[in-house]
């Protein structure tokens, strides 16, 4: 089993940076991939970022070149660096983690961006 434990989150006017960060514990062989999604009002739950094994990275349209995700696998822990942070960002942010062919997600961290 695995857990994960998120933090990071908070309130920030437009504009602001937050770092959210995800340890995952437990029975942990290896890790596939670590990434960061989003659920808004009524709608399903939405990638933000990932980083997979190898180090590649994924992001979606709306936060390219503002949001960075990253890892350090000695931590088994994933970042995501949240620049230029504007209201649309609001959400509560989950972490999810691909681990020995098992899917784990973390119980979300609120993020409010005012305007």
């Known amino acids: 089993q695995v857990q994960l434990v998120e933090s990071g989150g908070g309130l920030v006017q437009a504009g602001g940076s937050l770092r959210l960060s995800c340890a995952a514990s437990?029975?942990?062989?290896?890790?596939?991939?670590m990434g960061w999604y989003r659920q808004p009002p009524g709608k399903p739950r939405e990638l933000v970022a990932v980083?997979?094994?190898?180090?590649?990275?994924n992001y979606a349209d709306s936060v390219k070149g503002r949001f960075t995700i990253s890892r350090d696998n000695a931590k088994n822990t994933v970042y995501l660096q949240m620049n230029s942070l504007k209201p649309e960002d609001t959400d509560v942010y989950y972490c999810?983690?691909?681990?020995?062919?098992?899917?784990?997600w973390g119980q979300g961290t609120q993020v409010t961006v005012s305007s």
């Open positions: 999810k983690v691909i681990a020995g062919g098992r899917l784990y």
């Open positions: 980083i997979r094994g190898g180090g590649s990275t």
């Open positions: 437990g029975s942990i062989f290896s890790i596939d991939a």
